[in-house]
């Protein structure tokens, strides 16, 4: 329960911002209850940071594993986002964009936790495009690796700079370029 009243807290306030007081007033309980589960705020915010990117993950699968070829997959992820921005399952967005931008510089403790929930997103790209050209549904010439990092960055990129507009007009071109790529490297 605190980890999940605390989620919110930190998405939206981001680290520095959110306090204890905010979590105690969320979850109805005492700062001692919070520090009887947690030895300080770096944990209940680790602790939220994974939680979040566990619902993200939930939600990708749910998409990715509705279909059934490797650019049907990479879209429905690009589809995912696109909905994630409109309607965020978490408030504040994308619990890993969020962090990434505190953490690079100031909380090294939740920057390796960044790090790598980024390298398996990654990584489940690649998968993606690897079993897609096993398959034959992807270009055999296709670098996963390469593809895999473009699609990350520019979806991220997309939702950030469409967040910071207020509105998705940004996503919406990005998303067409994308699409296009995957039919681009698809059989």
Not at 138 to 156: C, R, W
């Amino acid at each position: 329960m605190i980890i999940d009243k605390s989620l919110p807290i930190f998405n939206t306030k981001g680290y520095n911002a959110a306090s204890i007081s905010d979590i105690t007033n969320a979850t109805g309980i005492t700062k001692g209850a919070i520090y009887g589960n947690f030895k300080n705020k770096d944990e209940v915010a680790t602790a939220a940071f994974e939680r979040g990117v566990e619902i993200v993950a939930s939600e990708i699968g749910k998409r990715v594993r509705s279909v059934n070829t490797a650019p049907k997959k990479l879209n429905a992820i690009v589809n995912f986002y696109e909905e994630y921005l409109k309607e965020p399952p978490i408030p504040g967005g994308c619990p890993v964009l969020n962090s990434s931008i505190e953490a690079d510089d100031s909380l090294p403790f939740l920057r390796s936790k960044v790090i790598r929930s980024i390298a398996l997103l990654k990584d489940s790209l690649m998968k993606i495009v690897n079993r897609g050209i096993i398959e034959g549904q992807v270009k055999k010439d296709v670098d996963a690796e390469e593809f895999a990092n473009f699609l990350y960055a520019i979806v991220e990129g997309a939702i950030s700079v469409s967040r910071i507009e207020g509105d998705g007009r940004s996503f919406e071109f990005v998303k067409r370029f994308i699409k296009k790529q995957i039919q681009e490297i698809s059989l």
